[in-house]
């Protein structure tokens, strides 16, 4: 056994050059390996960025002020992170067992209990950053949350069953509550969403959770998982599976900007 063994990989390093071998020296960290880059790995950011864009740009296009425009997008970015983190802490020894790459939680880079603080701070930043759109909103928002959360669940009935686009769908429906109940303060209270808007919010999560679903149904099938997604994907193919959701999500998100341009959010 080598003097590095009881090191983690990342840890056990060559000495510099022109440092005699035996001279004790300091290990190096990579900066993709700092904490600050493992946090908002584990936390999904490509998908936390483009869900809080596309909220923020619809509050945009609703003729929001900026300063609510901002709140819109640091609120979801918030939300999004805790629905990250939350996955990859449950699904760490999943990914660990299928060797996925970019989960700093299940290849020993991120310590569990560190993310599990981290957390939970979020989760107080968010609370009063959604209320500060009104309280209202605010509950609309950590309630999608909550069934985001729900969603992570290793549950039979819900994500790796038949019903796994529930939650996608039940969250999504909230999006629309959040911004039109949406302003400035706690005590900003707007008009109740359309039906249709909500509806079709429902939509774009089922098509989101398929598009999100392609890069993992291999794994997911190996696992014994029966979801919609796999199911439809072992009918149709990975390749045809990609075109039907991104045809389905161009559908419903032109309905929506033609709902919205009709009667608002």
């Not at 928002?141 to 769908?169: E, F, M």
């Not at 039906?195 to 014994?224: S, T």
């Amino acid at each position: 056994m080598t003097e590095d063994a009881g090191l983690p990989a990342t840890l056990a390093t060559e000495p510099p050059a022109g440092v005699p071998a035996g001279v004790p020296t300091a290990p190096r960290r990579r900066i993709r390996d700092a904490l600050p880059v493992l946090l908002v790995r584990a936390a999904h950011p490509r998908q936390a960025l483009l869900t809080a864009a596309a909220l923020a740009l619809v509050a945009a296009v609703a003729g929001r002020p900026g300063r609510e425009v901002l709140l819109v997008l640091g609120t979801v970015l918030v939300g999004q992170t805790v629905l990250g983190w939350h996955n990859d802490l449950l699904d760490r020894e999943r990914d660990r067992r299928h060797e996925r790459t970019g989960k700093p939680v299940a290849d020993g880079r991120l310590d569990p209990g560190t993310l599990w603080f981290a957390l939970c701070c979020a989760v107080l930043v968010l609370v009063p950053v959604a209320v500060a759109g009104g309280v209202l909103a605010g509950a609309c928002y950590l309630g999608s949350v909550v069934i985001g959360c729900l969603g992570n669940l290793p549950s039979r009935l819900l994500r790796t069953g038949l019903l796994s686009w529930l939650p996608w769908a039940a969250a999504f429906a909230l999006y629309p509550a959040f911004l039109s109940y949406g302003g400035w303060g706690g005590q900003a209270e707007g008009d109740p969403p359309h039906l249709a808007m909500v509806g079709l919010a429902a939509l774009a999560g089922v098509g989101v959770h398929h598009l999100c679903a392609l890069w993992g149904l291999v794994d997911d099938h190996e696992d014994g998982w029966t979801y919609l997604p796999l199911r439809i994907g072992l009918r149709l193919g990975a390749t045809r599976l990609l075109i039907v959701s991104l045809v389905f999500l161009a559908a419903v998100t032109v309905a929506l900007a033609a709902v919205g341009r009709q009667v608002g959010l």
